[in-house]
T-cell receptor, first 116, second 113 residues
Framework: EAQVTQNPRYLITVTGKKLTVTCSQNMNHEYMSWYRQDPGLGLRQIYYSMNVEVTDKGDVPEGYKVSRKEKRNFPLILESPSPNQTSLYFC???????????????FGPGTRLTVL | QKEVEQNSGPLSVPEGAIASLNCTYSDRGSQSFFWYRQYSGKSPELIMSIYSNGDKEDGRFTAQLNKASQYVSLLIRDSQPSDSATYLCAVNINAGNNRKLIWGLGTSLAVNP
């Protein structure tokens, strides 16, 4: 089954404790991205990756890191989480960049993160 | 003016009625338009995409695009309670040397049995 998976689905942590949210897709998609979704602010892109070893900042990259060492995986790293990073996070993938193409984005199930 | 605007709703319609969802955008050069559906606590999923002026139909869903007036709409015919969700409009806009996918905040739809 074609899918995007994320882990963990729910996470409660404390300020400053490094964490990683994993994302994996099995569709051989080149493009992957991370979004956060907050009430009243909608979906905002954090980082995206056009291909292996090619990543770039989205609209709200501060406090986050990513890496793309393999085509299928695109982990999101919070080196020192803060309460303002409490949010619902989605990983998404598409065959190519949705910005310049008509490719559908497929979203993972989401990770609800709470930083105390 | 926001780049992509939607009425937040909630839009409430009776079962079997037509639900009409609207989205306006600021960039006249936009060429790709998407409607995603998001159930509460779930991830967005693509419902329709449209690229040319006019109507595009897929089952009970019709997307309508009017580039001159800079709006795109989604009609849901014979609305069902299972259509109750938030509908997100996404538009490719010009951002300097690149294009960017911008998301509206979504319209909440409630279909009442």
């Amino acid at each position: 089954e074609a899918q995007v998976t994320q882990n963990p689905r729910y996470l409660i942590t404390v300020t400053g404790k490094k964490l990683t949210v994993t994302c994996s897709q099995n569709m051989n998609h080149e493009y992957m991205s991370w979004y956060r979704q907050d009430p009243g602010l909608g979906l905002r892109q954090i980082y995206y990756s056009m291909n292996v070893e090619v990543t770039d900042k989205g609209d709200v990259p501060e406090g986050y890191k990513v890496s793309r060492k393999e085509k299928r995986n695109f982990p999101l790293i919070l080196e020192s989480p803060s309460p303002n990073q409490t949010s619902l996070y989605f990983c998404a993938s598409s065959l190519s960049s949705p910005q310049g193409s008509r490719d559908t984005q497929y979203f993972g199930p989401g990770t609800r993160l709470t930083v105390l | 003016q926001k780049e992509v605007e939607q009425n937040s709703g909630p839009l409430s319609v009776p079962e079997g009625a037509i639900a009409s969802l609207n989205c306006t955008y600021s960039d006249r050069g936009s060429q790709s338009f998407f409607w995603y559906r998001q159930y509460s606590g779930k991830s967005p999923e693509l419902i329709m995409s449209i690229y040319s002026n006019g109507d595009k139909e897929d089952g009970r869903f019709t997307a309508q695009l009017n580039k001159a007036s800079q709006y795109v709409s989604l009609l849901i015919r014979d609305s069902q309670p299972s259509d109750s969700a938030t509908y997100l409009c996404a538009v490719n806009i010009n951002a300097g040397n690149n294009r960017k996918l911008i998301w509206g905040l979504g319209t909440s739809l409630a279909v009442n049995p």
